[in-house]
Protein backbone atom coordinates (compact mmCIF):
# COMPACT_ATOMS: atom_id res chain seq x y z
CA UNK A 1 0.00 0.00 0.00
CA UNK A 2 1.46 3.60 -0.99
CA UNK A 3 0.30 4.71 2.29
CA UNK A 4 -1.39 3.38 5.96
CA UNK A 5 -4.33 5.99 6.65
CA UNK A 6 -5.24 6.72 10.31
CA UNK A 7 -9.02 6.84 9.80
CA UNK A 8 -10.24 7.26 13.27
CA UNK A 9 -8.25 9.90 13.73
CA UNK A 10 -8.80 13.82 13.64
CA UNK A 11 -6.88 16.37 13.56
CA UNK A 12 -8.79 18.77 15.62
CA UNK A 13 -8.72 16.44 18.78
CA UNK A 14 -6.13 16.24 21.04
CA UNK A 15 -5.89 13.20 22.41
CA UNK A 16 -6.24 11.97 18.71
CA UNK A 17 -3.32 14.43 17.47
CA UNK A 18 -1.40 13.13 20.19
CA UNK A 19 -1.98 9.70 19.16
CA UNK A 20 -1.30 10.69 15.38
CA UNK A 21 2.34 12.14 16.24
CA UNK A 22 2.84 9.15 18.80
CA UNK A 23 2.53 6.94 16.39
CA UNK A 24 4.77 8.25 13.99
CA UNK A 25 7.12 7.96 17.07
CA UNK A 26 6.40 4.61 17.65
CA UNK A 27 7.09 3.31 14.09
CA UNK A 28 10.09 5.35 13.34
CA UNK A 29 11.88 3.39 16.27
CA UNK A 30 10.30 0.07 14.79
CA UNK A 31 11.72 0.58 11.28
CA UNK A 32 14.29 3.19 11.46
CA UNK A 33 15.71 2.22 8.07
CA UNK A 34 12.56 2.81 6.38
CA UNK A 35 12.41 6.78 7.08
CA UNK A 36 8.79 6.57 8.08
CA UNK A 37 6.77 10.25 7.32
CA UNK A 38 3.58 11.30 8.11
CA UNK A 39 1.18 13.52 6.49
CA UNK A 40 -2.50 14.44 6.92
CA UNK A 41 -5.44 14.52 4.05
CA UNK A 42 -8.50 16.36 4.77
CA UNK A 43 -10.91 13.19 4.13
CA UNK A 44 -14.65 12.36 6.16
CA UNK A 45 -15.26 15.74 7.46
CA UNK A 46 -11.73 15.90 9.37
CA UNK A 47 -7.99 15.66 9.17
CA UNK A 48 -6.56 12.10 9.02
CA UNK A 49 -3.19 10.88 9.68
CA UNK A 50 -1.77 8.84 6.87
CA UNK A 51 1.78 6.98 7.38
CA UNK A 52 3.95 6.52 4.34
CA UNK A 53 7.43 4.54 3.51
CA UNK A 54 5.65 1.36 5.03
CA UNK A 55 4.63 -0.07 1.83
CA UNK A 56 5.76 -3.62 1.91
CA UNK A 57 3.98 -4.70 4.83
CA UNK A 58 0.17 -5.77 5.34
CA UNK A 59 -1.52 -3.60 7.88
CA UNK A 60 -1.52 -6.64 10.45
CA UNK A 61 2.49 -6.83 10.18
CA UNK A 62 2.90 -3.29 10.27
CA UNK A 63 0.47 -3.42 13.75
CA UNK A 64 2.58 -6.33 15.28
CA UNK A 65 5.49 -4.47 14.63
CA UNK A 66 4.15 -0.98 16.50
CA UNK A 67 2.72 -3.24 19.65
CA UNK A 68 6.35 -4.79 20.02
CA UNK A 69 7.93 -0.94 20.41
CA UNK A 70 4.42 -0.48 22.47
CA UNK A 71 4.79 -3.69 24.71
CA UNK A 72 8.35 -2.48 25.37
CA UNK A 73 7.57 0.57 27.34
CA UNK A 74 6.58 -2.44 30.56
CA UNK A 75 9.85 -1.44 31.54
CA UNK A 76 10.61 1.94 30.57
CA UNK A 77 12.61 3.51 33.17
CA UNK A 78 11.32 7.01 32.89
CA UNK A 79 7.72 5.72 34.56
CA UNK A 80 9.04 3.97 37.52
CA UNK A 81 10.80 7.25 39.06
CA UNK A 82 7.80 8.25 41.22
CA UNK A 83 3.69 7.74 41.00
CA UNK A 84 3.15 11.53 40.02
CA UNK A 85 5.50 14.50 38.62
CA UNK A 86 5.58 15.96 41.65
CA UNK A 87 9.78 15.02 42.75
CA UNK A 88 12.07 17.35 44.95
CA UNK A 89 14.07 19.20 42.44
CA UNK A 90 16.75 16.81 44.05
CA UNK A 91 15.00 13.84 43.51
CA UNK A 92 14.47 14.89 39.39
CA UNK A 93 18.27 15.90 38.80
CA UNK A 94 18.96 12.33 39.93
CA UNK A 95 16.71 11.04 37.33
CA UNK A 96 17.99 13.39 34.99
CA UNK A 97 21.26 12.39 35.50
CA UNK A 98 21.20 8.60 35.60
CA UNK A 99 19.08 9.02 31.90
CA UNK A 100 21.85 11.06 30.82
CA UNK A 101 24.10 8.79 31.49
CA UNK A 102 22.48 5.99 30.08
CA UNK A 103 21.31 7.70 26.88
CA UNK A 104 22.56 5.88 23.74
CA UNK A 105 22.39 7.01 19.79
CA UNK A 106 20.35 4.18 19.42
CA UNK A 107 18.18 4.34 22.91
CA UNK A 108 17.09 7.50 23.89
CA UNK A 109 13.71 7.03 25.46
CA UNK A 110 14.63 7.52 29.33
CA UNK A 111 16.24 10.58 28.18
CA UNK A 112 13.47 12.09 26.13
CA UNK A 113 10.74 10.96 28.45
CA UNK A 114 12.48 12.69 31.69
CA UNK A 115 12.89 15.67 29.50
CA UNK A 116 9.55 15.98 28.40
CA UNK A 117 8.46 15.45 32.18
CA UNK A 118 9.72 18.79 33.33
CA UNK A 119 12.94 20.24 34.74
CA UNK A 120 14.37 20.43 38.18
CA UNK A 121 15.71 23.86 37.21
CA UNK A 122 12.88 26.07 37.63
CA UNK A 123 11.00 25.17 41.20
CA UNK A 124 7.06 25.03 41.98
CA UNK A 125 5.78 28.48 43.35
CA UNK A 126 3.20 27.41 46.19
CA UNK A 127 1.84 30.67 47.46
CA UNK A 128 4.58 32.99 45.68
CA UNK A 129 7.08 30.74 47.42
CA UNK A 130 9.37 28.27 46.13
CA UNK A 131 8.39 24.81 47.22
CA UNK A 132 11.30 22.89 46.58
CA UNK A 133 9.58 20.62 44.29
CA UNK A 134 10.19 20.16 40.39
CA UNK A 135 8.32 22.24 37.63
CA UNK A 136 6.43 20.01 35.42
CA UNK A 137 4.93 19.17 31.74
CA UNK A 138 2.04 21.12 31.01
CA UNK A 139 0.70 18.14 29.49
CA UNK A 140 0.17 16.74 32.82
CA UNK A 141 -3.09 16.53 33.74
CA UNK A 142 -3.70 14.68 37.21
CA UNK A 143 -1.62 14.48 40.75
CA UNK A 144 -3.22 12.04 42.85
CA UNK A 145 -6.13 13.31 43.24
CA UNK A 146 -9.04 10.78 43.33
CA UNK A 147 -6.35 8.11 43.25
CA UNK A 148 -5.47 9.19 39.49
CA UNK A 149 -1.60 9.42 39.21
CA UNK A 150 -0.20 10.37 36.14
CA UNK A 151 3.02 8.32 36.36
CA UNK A 152 1.03 5.24 37.50
CA UNK A 153 -1.65 5.89 34.81
CA UNK A 154 1.43 5.73 32.22
CA UNK A 155 2.81 2.52 33.76
CA UNK A 156 -1.13 0.57 33.88
CA UNK A 157 -1.54 1.58 30.29
CA UNK A 158 1.52 -0.04 28.90
CA UNK A 159 0.35 -3.67 30.85
CA UNK A 160 -3.11 -3.81 29.58
CA UNK A 161 -3.37 -2.25 26.38
CA UNK A 162 -3.03 -4.76 23.64
CA UNK A 163 -2.85 -4.81 19.75
CA UNK A 164 -6.56 -5.15 18.81
CA UNK A 165 -7.00 -1.62 21.68
CA UNK A 166 -4.43 -0.31 18.85
CA UNK A 167 -6.02 -1.13 16.33
CA UNK A 168 -9.39 -0.11 17.14
CA UNK A 169 -8.23 3.52 17.95
CA UNK A 170 -6.78 4.00 14.68
CA UNK A 171 -8.42 2.37 12.15
CA UNK A 172 -12.43 1.96 13.69
CA UNK A 173 -14.89 4.53 15.02
CA UNK A 174 -13.98 5.62 18.71
CA UNK A 175 -16.89 3.86 20.29
CA UNK A 176 -15.53 4.98 24.00
CA UNK A 177 -15.80 1.41 25.19
CA UNK A 178 -12.51 0.93 27.39
CA UNK A 179 -13.20 1.77 31.44
CA UNK A 180 -10.61 4.08 33.17
CA UNK A 181 -7.09 5.31 32.58
CA UNK A 182 -7.81 8.05 30.79
CA UNK A 183 -5.14 10.53 30.62
CA UNK A 184 -7.38 13.37 30.31
CA UNK A 185 -6.15 14.50 26.96
CA UNK A 186 -9.67 14.42 25.05
CA UNK A 187 -12.05 16.80 25.16
CA UNK A 188 -14.60 14.55 26.10
CA UNK A 189 -12.87 13.61 29.41
CA UNK A 190 -14.14 17.19 30.58
CA UNK A 191 -16.72 16.00 32.78
CA UNK A 192 -17.93 19.08 34.57
CA UNK A 193 -21.43 18.59 36.16
CA UNK A 194 -22.99 21.66 34.65
CA UNK A 195 -22.02 19.99 31.10
CA UNK A 196 -23.41 15.97 32.16
CA UNK A 197 -26.57 14.30 32.03
CA UNK A 198 -25.22 12.33 34.76
CA UNK A 199 -23.42 13.05 38.04
CA UNK A 200 -19.82 12.16 37.22
CA UNK A 201 -18.97 10.76 40.09
CA UNK A 202 -21.26 7.73 39.14
CA UNK A 203 -20.91 7.47 35.75
CA UNK A 204 -18.01 5.47 34.56
CA UNK A 205 -14.97 6.97 32.89
CA UNK A 206 -15.43 5.45 29.50
CA UNK A 207 -11.97 5.95 26.96
CA UNK A 208 -10.23 4.62 23.78
CA UNK A 209 -7.33 2.45 25.71
CA UNK A 210 -4.97 2.27 22.04
CA UNK A 211 -5.41 6.11 21.55
CA UNK A 212 -4.28 6.84 25.26
CA UNK A 213 -1.23 4.76 24.84
CA UNK A 214 0.01 5.85 21.77
CA UNK A 215 -0.62 9.44 22.56
CA UNK A 216 2.11 8.80 25.51
CA UNK A 217 4.67 8.04 22.50
CA UNK A 218 4.10 11.78 21.62
CA UNK A 219 5.55 13.03 24.72
CA UNK A 220 9.21 13.20 23.71
CA UNK A 221 8.36 15.19 20.89
CA UNK A 222 6.84 17.97 23.51
CA UNK A 223 9.75 18.55 25.80
CA UNK A 224 9.42 21.00 28.86
CA UNK A 225 12.48 23.64 29.37
CA UNK A 226 13.13 26.87 31.43
CA UNK A 227 12.81 29.55 29.73
CA UNK A 228 12.89 33.51 31.20
CA UNK A 229 12.86 31.89 34.47
CA UNK A 230 10.16 29.47 34.18
CA UNK A 231 8.79 26.40 32.51
CA UNK A 232 8.23 26.24 29.16
CA UNK A 233 6.08 23.15 27.21
CA UNK A 234 6.83 23.03 23.25
CA UNK A 235 3.64 23.69 21.58
CA UNK A 236 1.92 25.72 24.89
CA UNK A 237 1.75 29.86 26.12
CA UNK A 238 0.06 31.69 28.90
CA UNK A 239 -1.34 34.77 28.01
CA UNK A 240 -1.60 37.30 30.57
CA UNK A 241 -5.61 36.98 32.22
CA UNK A 242 -5.95 33.80 30.31
CA UNK A 243 -5.50 29.94 30.02
CA UNK A 244 -2.99 27.79 29.62
CA UNK A 245 -3.37 27.61 25.40
CA UNK A 246 -1.46 24.56 23.04
CA UNK A 247 -1.27 25.21 19.36
CA UNK A 248 -0.92 22.38 16.89
CA UNK A 249 -0.11 22.44 13.33
CA UNK A 250 -1.43 19.85 10.24
CA UNK A 251 0.85 19.70 7.29
CA UNK A 252 0.36 18.37 3.82
CA UNK A 253 3.56 17.13 2.86
CA UNK A 254 5.00 13.55 4.00
CA UNK A 255 7.30 14.69 6.79
CA UNK A 256 9.76 12.68 8.90
CA UNK A 257 10.03 13.01 12.86
CA UNK A 258 12.89 15.45 12.91
CA UNK A 259 10.92 17.99 10.47
CA UNK A 260 7.64 17.37 12.82
CA UNK A 261 9.85 18.08 15.79
CA UNK A 262 10.75 21.46 14.58
CA UNK A 263 6.98 22.03 12.98
CA UNK A 264 5.71 21.63 16.68
CA UNK A 265 8.18 23.97 18.18
CA UNK A 266 7.60 27.00 15.73
CA UNK A 267 7.31 30.11 16.88
CA UNK A 268 4.83 30.97 14.73
CA UNK A 269 2.28 28.88 15.82
CA UNK A 270 2.26 30.83 19.24
CA UNK A 271 0.92 34.26 17.87
CA UNK A 272 -2.17 35.03 18.69
CA UNK A 273 -3.16 35.53 14.97
CA UNK A 274 -0.54 33.22 13.14
CA UNK A 275 0.73 34.15 9.41
CA UNK A 276 -1.29 31.86 7.55
CA UNK A 277 1.13 32.85 4.17
CA UNK A 278 4.49 31.94 6.04
CA UNK A 279 2.98 28.56 7.19
CA UNK A 280 1.41 27.73 4.19
CA UNK A 281 4.62 28.07 2.23
CA UNK A 282 5.52 24.93 4.47
CA UNK A 283 2.94 22.78 3.72
CA UNK A 284 0.87 23.85 7.51
CA UNK A 285 -2.86 23.71 6.05
CA UNK A 286 -4.73 24.58 9.31
CA UNK A 287 -3.70 25.17 12.78
CA UNK A 288 -5.96 24.13 16.10
CA UNK A 289 -5.50 25.50 19.40
CA UNK A 290 -7.17 24.32 23.02
CA UNK A 291 -7.12 25.92 26.25
CA UNK A 292 -6.30 23.98 28.91
CA UNK A 293 -8.45 24.29 31.92
CA UNK A 294 -8.58 23.50 35.81
CA UNK A 295 -11.56 21.75 37.62
CA UNK A 296 -10.45 21.64 41.19
CA UNK A 297 -7.39 19.44 40.84
CA UNK A 298 -7.97 17.75 37.38
CA UNK A 299 -6.72 19.52 34.39
CA UNK A 300 -8.35 19.37 30.86
CA UNK A 301 -8.71 20.68 27.59
CA UNK A 302 -11.33 22.09 25.57
CA UNK A 303 -12.90 21.41 22.28
CA UNK A 304 -9.92 22.83 19.31
CA UNK A 305 -10.36 25.99 17.34
CA UNK A 306 -9.10 27.08 14.05
CA UNK A 307 -6.47 29.98 14.25
Not at 54 to 66: E, N, P, S, T
Request: glycine content about 6%.
Amino acid sequence: MAEIILKALEGSNSLAYLAAIGTLRVATLAWPEKNVRLSWKNLDGGWRPCIHNCIDMDVDVWLAGLYSVLNSGINEPAFTISDDLNLSCLDFRVNALDAQNKAQPTDRNYADFIAAFGSESVELLKNGKKSGLMTDTALRTMSGAGNQHFLEFLRELTKVTNVKNISDSLFIGWSYSDTGLSLRWDPADDRRYALRWLRPSTDPVKTERGANRLAIEALPLLPSMPCRGRLETTGFTQRKRQNVSWTWPIWTSALNIDVVRSLLAMPELQRISPNRTTLYAMSIEEIYRSERITQGKFRNFTMAVSV
